[in-house]
């Protein structure tokens, strides 16, 4: 399956999603972790080839309304990212911290792109 790329639409397909149970569980028990005080972001090598993203949120970060639309705005956050291609193949787990249920949209972004910033600056050749 071909890998994400920017003119492919408005929308996270299918294929860009960690979906299933086993590879969130990879993710929290064999990946890495990095934090930020609004989230932390598990990744782990994956088989598909290219970069997928997972979100979770418990009830600790709010009630419904508040989870989803803090889901809403990571999954936006990621698909406009401009440096999105350059990740290597890895399942990205964003686990939302109760704290993100207040935040705003821009501190959101600015902590996400932080911690999404550090894989691929780690990825990069020297040279």
Known sequence: M???????????LPD???RRRADYL?????????HGGLAVLYFAPNQA??????ITASRKVGKAVIRQRLKRRIKEIYRRWQDRGKL??????????????????????????????????????AG
């Not at 071909?2 to 996270?12: A, D, T």
């Not at 990879?26 to 990095?34: E, H, K, M, N, V």
């Not at 686990?95 to 911690?115: I, M, T």
């Open 88 to 125: 290597p193949a890895l399942d990205l787990v964003v686990h939302v911290k109760p704290e993100a249920g207040a935040a705003d949209f821009r501190s959101l972004q600015a902590e996400l792109v932080r911690l999404l910033a550090g894989l691929t600056a780690r990825r990069e050749p």
């Open 49 to 54: 080839g290219h970069a997928r993203l997972g």
């Open 2 to 12: 071909p890998g994400p790329s920017p003119g492919r639409g408005q929308r996270l």
């Open 26 to 34: 990879r993710c929290y028990r064999t990946g890495r972790r990095r």
């Open 16 to 18: 860009e999603k960690v």
